[in-house]
């Protein structure tokens, strides 16, 4: 069965630009959740969404948005780059939000902004 | 909000003696707690969970604790091989599966 696909793999943006990051959840996965890991910390949780709507949002400013598509896919967006924006983007998915189904992970997007 | 702590930052040990990881969180409403695996270019993998109904759950050479009352969970690795080397990370979560709380990590080295 195939895991959490993410894509790009890689991407190098400069400061300013706007990226757009995709995941494709687990099949039969409804809930996506973003999470951006900074080098040598923890993930930090952006984002979950359940049948296509907001059902959490981490402490992250405006320039941060997310979607769920009806397949269950999602996009992070983020726009005007910082060099802090630097960081591998890591997209969860689960069976249902707020369950006993825990979060498996994709391999991540690294972001480099120059 | 909640917060999780991790120690140690660090960990070496040698090939088949055991590795323990200790977490701490802040809000009592937190109620599951997984552990990830991650190795470098990739994403975490889940190893095991607690949930907060049970004290303690062992998968082969894998055992995690809860400790309720302290607010306390710890990981437990036997007979450790070179391939347990990774940055293992704790979390919590309230209801569940949602907002995963990380601590900060822990990189173990199994020395052959």
């Known amino acids: 069965d195939a895991g959490v696909t993410q894509s790009p793999t890689h991407l190098i943006k400069t400061r300013g630009q706007h990226v757009t990051l995709r995941c494709s959840p687990i099949?039969?996965?409804?809930?996506v959740s973003w999470y951006q890991q900074v080098l040598g910390q923890g993930p930090q949780f952006i984002f979950q969404y359940y049948e296509k709507e907001e059902r959490g949002r981490g402490n992250f400013p405006d320039r941060f948005s997310a979607r769920q598509f009806p397949n269950y896919s999602s996009e992070l967006n983020v726009n005007a780059l910082l060099l802090g924006d630097s960081a591998l983007y890591l997209c969860a998915s689960s069976l249902i939000a707020g369950s006993t189904d825990t979060q498996y992970f994709g391999p991540g997007t690294r972001l480099t902004v120059l | 909000g909640e917060n999780v702590e991790q120690h140690p930052s660090t960990l070496s040990v040698q090939e088949g003696d055991s590795a323990v990881i200790k977490c701490t969180y802040s809000d009592s409403a937190s109620n599951y707690f997984p552990w990830y695996k991650q190795e470098l270019g990739k994403g975490p993998q889940l190893i095991i969970d607690i949930r907060s109904n049970v004290g303690e759950k062992k998968d082969q050479r894998i055992a995690v604790t809860l400790n309720k009352t302290a607010k306390h969970f710890s990981l437990h690795i036997t007979e450790t091989q070179p391939e347990d080397s990774a940055v293992y990370f704790c979390?919590?979560?309230?209801?569940?599966?949602?907002?995963?709380?990380f601590g900060p990590g822990t990189r173990l080295s199994v020395l052959p």
């Open positions: 979390a919590a979560s309230i209801n569940y599966g949602q907002n995963f709380v």
């Open positions: 099949s039969g996965h409804k809930s």
